[in-house]
T-cell receptor
């Protein structure tokens, strides 16, 4: 079966750095997405990785290791507005997005 | 660019009635649109995938006669919840894909449905 694992909840302090991990086992791989979802709102796109390595975009970076079936989202200089759920999703061999359950990130002052 | 709108943003209806939710891609042509449902504190659950001009493909366990999807044009898809029941109360989100080399999905703002 297809499986995507990410922690259910994480807590971090404003101004700090947090890393949200995602491991996956899917039938084929055509890329991995990270989305941010604030409570009561729809997801918004953060990043897309299809090759191994680190992609940096401002305060957010995303890393992929295809051989390990592993990705992480790194958030730096955390702000209160970063409190949200972060969804990991993998595009499988049928180009279907397989979604993780999401990681709820709580930022404390 | 790549804006998706949804209407209505929230709706309350009585049990047994039908509700139609519209999803529009405002500045691009969406070859494929997706409908998701999300219950509180749970992840997105894909309900169906639709391509313009063809019948929607429903996920296992989703009743196609209850959740009618029409993808009439490259910019509009509708989801009709027929004979709604309180257990259909949920957050319904559509997304659209431009096609070609990009597989990114652009999400609408969601519709919160409450069935009383």
């Amino acid at each position: 079966g297809q499986n995507i694992d990410q922690p259910t909840e994480m807590t971090a302090t404003e101004g700090a750095i947090v890393q949200i991990n995602c491991t996956y086992q899917t039938s084929g791989f055509n890329g991995l997405f990270w989305y941010q979802q604030h409570a009561g709102e729809a997801p918004t796109f953060l990043s897309y990785n299809v090759l191994d390595g680190l992609e940096e975009k401002g305060r957010f970076s995303s890393f992929l290791s295809r051989s390990k079936g592993y990705s992480y989202l790194l958030l730096k200089e955390l702000q209160m507005k970063d409190s949200a759920s972060y969804l990991c999703a993998v595009l499988d061999s049928n180009y279907q997005l397989i979604w993780g359950a999401g990681t709820k990130l709580i930022i404390k002052p | 660019g790549a804006v998706v709108s949804q209407h209505p943003s929230w709706v309350i209806c009585k049990s047994g009635t039908s509700v139609k939710i519209e999803c529009r891609s405002l500045d691009f042509q969406a070859t494929t649109m997706f409908w998701y449902r999300q219950f509180p504190k749970q992840s997105l659950m894909l309900m169906a995938t639709s391509n313009e001009g063809s019948k929607a493909t429903y996920e296992q366990g989703v009743e196609k006669d209850k959740f009618l999807i029409n993808h009439a044009s490259l910019t509009l898809s509708t989801l009709t919840v027929t004979s709604a029941h309180p257990e259909d109360s949920s957050f319904y989100i559509c997304s659209a894909r431009t096609g070609g080399e990009s597989y990114e999905q652009y999400f609408g703002p969601g519709t919160r449905l409450t069935v009383t």
